[in-house]
């Protein structure tokens, strides 16, 4: 009899444990799909799949509370939504539509803004969450008084994303595009954005990223023969990728 109940007990804790593996793995294969979903959303600007990602990770968050990258995922699905945003805007010729378009970026950096605080409280030494809530607030600014209020905080942000890692890519990015939105009279300077840029393209040749914002960053500046190769590389990697095709339509169009 005894040996009955200890084989039961044994048989019982068996049982949980192959269950809690199963939970696992179940976990595991949707966090992968969602982080497939992420990047190739972020790269071609497919809501779509930013929008199915966001919603396993909120799933992920609500069932591993104490996880921060389940966190910092959600939080990159809101950025890339910013990002989609902030596409439009510079497709629009319209100054109403472009208002429209900067509140409903706010809104969705606001809504990500908790996901990102959480994975810093959760873990306070990954440059990646740093990074990511620096940029959310950058998408909050949509006007001087904004950017008065919200500049130097997503400012903080990306300091402390490339002091814990100088060589993040996404935080250069992120330092430079500073440096190029800024009036020169508070710091800006668009080549220095320009040179830090350059240097992320040249560490990270497979980073979309790099050179969509290398790109954007010679137009900004006039540099069209700069900015038309910048993009005819993108395009060799992904050529799909909406920014491509747009801006190599507008730049060549005008030659």
């Not at 069932?63 to 890339?80: K, M, Q, V």
């Not at 949509?142 to 402390?160: Q, T, V």
């Not at 060589?167 to 430079?176: F, G, K, Q, S, V």
Request: proline share 3%; with cysteine; charged share 25%.
């Amino acid at each position: 009899m005894i040996m009955l109940k200890k084989a039961g007990i044994l048989f019982f804790i068996l049982l949980i444990v192959s269950f809690n593996a199963v939970v696992s793995d179940a976990g595991n294969d949707r966090c992968e799909q969602a982080k497939k979903y992420l990047e190739k959303g972020s790269n071609t600007y497919n809501e779509q799949l930013l929008q199915d990602a966001k919603k396993i990770f909120i799933q992920l968050c609500n069932d591993n509370p104490s996880d921060y990258e389940y966190a910092y995922y959600t939080a990159s699905a809101y950025l890339g939504l910013c990002d989609i945003k902030n596409f439009e805007i510079v497709q629009s010729t319209v100054k109403k539509v472009k208002k429209a378009l900067k509140a409903k970026r706010v809104a969705i950096a606001e809504e990500g803004m908790p996901f990102a605080d959480k994975s810093i409280k959760l873990n306070d030494n990954f440059s990646e969450s740093y990074r990511v809530r620096g940029a959310l607030i950058s998408n909050k600014i949509s006007g001087m008084i904004s950017g008065m209020k919200n500049g130097s905080l997503a400012e903080e942000d990306i300091d402390i994303a490339l002091q814990i890692d100088k060589n993040n890519p996404m935080a250069r990015i992120e330092n430079a595009r500073m440096y190029i939105n800024k009036p020169g009279i508070l710091g800006g300077d668009i080549n220095k954005g320009i040179e830090i840029i350059r240097n992320v393209v040249i560490d990270n040749p497979e980073l979309e990223k790099g050179y969509t914002n290398l790109g954007t960053a010679y137009v900004e500046n006039g540099e069209v023969e700069n900015a038309i190769n910048i993009f005819k590389r993108l395009q060799e990697i992904n050529p799909d990728n909406p920014e491509v095709i747009f801006f190599l339509n507008q730049l060549t169009s005008t030659k």
